[in-house]
C-alpha cells in the first residue's frame, strides 16, 4: 500500500527558509501519479499549495507562488517543497498528497509535518 511520510518541518524566523521533504513508498512509479502539497492551520480549511503532474508540470496558489517551490524526485522518490521569505501566516501542519492523475481525489496522504514561523 502508498505511504508518504513528511519531514522538514520546524521553528524558523519571519524571512527564512525550510526544504519539506515527502518520501513515498508502496507504488510503482512515481510518474504515473499527481502530487501536492497542502496546508491546514488550527481551526481553517485545508489549504492547496502547490501541485505536479505526471509530466513534470506544476501549478501554485496564487498568494504562494514566488515563495515556494514543488519538485520531484523520482530516482529517490521524493516530493519536495522549498519555502522562502516564510511569514507568521505560514504557520500551520504541512501535508503531502498522492492521486492518479486521471483521479479526481487526493485519496493518499501523510501524516503531515509542522511548520511554525515567529
Known amino acids: 500500500h502508498v505511504q508518504l511520510v513528511e519531514s522538514g518541518g520546524g521553528s524558523v524566523q519571519t524571512g527564512g527558509s525550510l526544504r519539506l521533504s515527502c518520501a513515498a513508498s508502496?507504488?510503482?512509479?512515481?510518474?504515473?501519479?499527481?502530487m501536492g502539497w497542502f496546508r491546514q492551520a488550527p481551526g481553517k480549511a485545508r489549504e492547496g499549495i502547490a501541485v505536479i503532474d505526471s509530466d513534470g508540470d506544476t501549478a501554485y496558489a496564487e498568494s504562494m507562488k514566488d515563495r515556494f517551490t514543488i519538485s520531484v524526485d523520482n530516482a529517490k522518490n521524493t516530493l519536495y517543497l522549498q519555502m522562502n521569505s516564510l511569514k507568521p501566516e505560514d504557520t500551520a501542519m504541512y501535508y503531502c498528497a498522492l492521486r492518479h492523475c486521471w483521479y479526481s481525489e487526493y485519496n493518499h496522504w501523510g501524516q503531515g509535518t509542522q511548520v511554525t514561523v515567529s
Open positions: 508502496g507504488y510503482r512509479s512515481m510518474s504515473t501519479y499527481c
